[in-house]
C-alpha cells in the first residue's frame, strides 16, 4: 500500500509517519508540503491513500520564499485536482485547525467536513482533528485508514 502525506509542518508530518511506521510499517510513505507537489505526486505515485492537510502553501517554500501564499482550502483544491486528473486516491484530511477561511466564507472543520462528504464521497473518508498535545487523533486516523481496507491486511 502506498500512502501520500501531503503536509507542510514538520512536526504533524513527522507524527504522521512515525505512526503510520509504527502501525503500518509496510506502507511505503510518499511526502509532499505544498498544494501543487501533493497534485503533482498524487498523479505520478497514485497512492492508495493522500493524508491531507488542509491549509497548504500553493508551493513548496524554499528559503527566502513564500512558497506563493497560504491557502486556506488548499485541501480541497487538491480534491478537485484529483477528480480533474482522474486520481481516484482515498482521501484523508489531516487538520490542527477548527476553522478555515475568512468570513463571510469561513467554515469550522464539521461545516467542511460534510460538504466533502457530500461532494467527494466515496473518495473522500473523512477528517481528523489534530492537536499537539493530544494523541485522541490516533485512533480516528486509524480507523479512517482501515475503513479504504476493509477486511484487508493495512
Known sequence: M?????????????????????????VDVKVASSLMAGVKCARSERPDIIILDMTLPNYDLREGESGGGMHAFGGVELLKQLRRHKVDSKVIVFTQFETFGLPPDMQDLPELDKQLSEIYAPQYLGAVYYHASRADWVPKLDELIAAAWPGDEV
Open 2 to 26: 502506498k500512502i501520500l502525506v501531503v503536509e507542510d509542518d514538520e512536526n504533524k508530518r513527522v507524527q504522521i509517519i512515525e505512526f503510520l511506521a509504527s502501525k503500518h510499517p509496510s
